[in-house]
């Protein structure tokens, strides 16, 4: 399967962000989608996740009750929307896509990825 993100761009601190996937080439359907982000001189790390059963969505502690993960299978797409925006926010971030469903939050687990999308919050 194919990931393309979209909708990064740069944003005021406190303002709001929707970044989405499309994937191609086949379904999301039975898989975990997720958002990954590595800010400059850091680690990748687990924003959000959704599972296809469920759903079940899961978020890291810095995002809690400002991001929301949603996806539609119909269209084949996920989305997240971003919300009261941090400077720390800033980062590349990735679309993932774990076919066997297992809701985990490593990067390990997921087997297909975009290229990512650049989401720069100014203070």
């Known amino acids: 399967v194919q990931l393309v993100e979209s909708g990064g761009g740069l944003v005021q601190a406190g303002g709001s962000l929707r970044v989405s996937c499309a994937a191609s080439?086949?379904?999301?359907?039975?898989?975990?989608m997720a958002w990954f982000r590595q800010a400059p001189g850091k680690e990748r790390e687990f924003v959000a996740g959704?599972?296809?059963?469920?759903?079940?969505?899961n978020y890291a502690r810095s995002v809690q009750g400002r991001y929301t993960i949603s996806r539609d299978n119909a269209k084949n797409t996920v989305a997240l929307q971003m919300n009261s925006l941090k400077p720390e926010d800033t980062a590349v971030y990735y679309c993932?896509?774990?076919?066997?469903?297992?809701?985990?939050?490593?990067?390990?687990?997921?087997?297909?990825w975009g290229q990512g999308t650049q989401v720069i919050v100014s203070s």
């Open positions: 959704i599972t296809w059963r469920g759903p079940i969505t």
């Open positions: 080439g086949r379904t999301i359907s039975g898989a975990t």
């Open positions: 993932a896509a774990d076919p066997a469903d297992l809701g985990s939050n490593r990067e390990n687990a997921y087997e297909f």
